[in-house]
Nanobody, 126 residues
Framework: QVQLVESGGGLVQAGGSLRLSCAAS????????MGWFRQAPGKEREFVAS??????YYTDSVKGRFTISRDNAKNTVYLQMNSLKPEDTAVYSC?????????????????????WGQGTQVTVSS
């Protein structure tokens, strides 16, 4: 089993930046596809970004502002968030999938992931 722990959330003004980290413990981290999801109060969980063998993918609302990356030597995946907007306010969770070689669209679905972190709160004030 893989344990995922997010960090880096907090309060930031609109236009500011945050970098979220997700530290993983477990076997063969480099063979897991990784994703970030977010959920705002009263809304459904939505896909934010993923990284796998096929590259990186983003939901339209964050393209050009967010960047997902990973450091396999540190067993960590990151989400760099720039030009933050109030509508980015949500609990952000990272997730790991054992299916590293699926298509990019596969990783936009929460059901595609096997392990989830607790989440970290991101609040963007206007």
């Amino acid at each position: 089993q893989v344990q995922l722990v997010e960090s880096g959330g907090g309060l930031v003004q609109a236009g500011g930046s945050l970098r979220l980290s997700c530290a993983a413990s477990g076997r063969a981290f480099s063979n897991y596809a990784m994703g970030w999801f977010r959920q705002a109060p009263g809304k459904e969980r939505e896909f934010v970004a993923s990284i796998s063998w096929s590259g990186t993918y983003y939901t339209d609302s964050v393209k050009g502002r967010f960047t997902i990356s990973r450091d396999n030597a540190k067993n960590t995946v990151y989400l760099q968030m720039n030009s933050l907007k109030p509508e980015d306010t949500a609990v952000y969770s990272c997730a790991a999938s054992r299916n590293y070689y699926s298509s990019g669209s596969y990783y936009s679905k929460g059901a595609s992931y096997d392990y989830w972190g607790q989440g970290t709160q991101v609040t963007v004030s206007s």
